[in-house]
């Protein structure tokens, strides 16, 4: 990740400033990271801002200091996209999956854990015995 304005790599321990910045109408928001030494030098509207108490991202754990446009905070803080939409995926895929409920075998009807939610065979053994049978036919 570089500081916006000095585009200096910024270490994975060194906390920065999240700043919000506006890049018109169809593009919206940007979060722009900016370094501690940057940041007394950028115009005075910025430093007016409020700011949130430095807080670890919730991923990584990066000391991010965030601006309060949003008050409170979130529970959630965040210092890149990235680790953003990873969080929000693994949510999402948790509250998603679920295991397939347990079903007969459709050769041997034998009870099993499916492993997919489209597998009708409870063994590659029971899945060929059922492929011969229907090429005999």
């Known amino acids: 990740m570089k500081c916006w304005k000095c585009e200096r790599e910024l270490p994975n ?3 920065f400033y999240r700043l919000r910045r506006y890049l018109g109408r169809r593009a919206g928001y940007e979060f722009t990271p ?6 007394p ?3 005075s509207y910025h430093q007016r801002l409020h700011w949130h108490l430095p807080a670890p991202c919730t991923r990584c754990g990066r000391i991010v200091i965030l601006e309060a446009w949003r008050d409170p905070p979130c529970q959630d ?3 890149s996209r990235e680790c953003q939409t990873s969080v ?3 949510r999402s895929y ?3 999956r679920r295991p ?3 079903r007969a075998c459709a050769v041997c009807d034998e009870r099993f854990q499916p492993k997919r939610t489209d597998a009708i065979y409870c063994s590659s053994r029971c899945k060929q015995a059922a492929y011969r ?4 036919r």
């Open 13 to 15: 321990d060194e906390s």
């Open 34 to 39: 900016i370094c501690t030494q940057c940041f």
């Open 41 to 43: 030098n950028l115009e």
């Open 77 to 79: 803080v965040f210092c």
């Open 88 to 90: 929000w995926n693994a």
């Open 94 to 96: 948790a509250k998603h």
């Open 100 to 102: 397939p409920p347990e």
């Open 133 to 136: 049978a229907a090429k005999v």
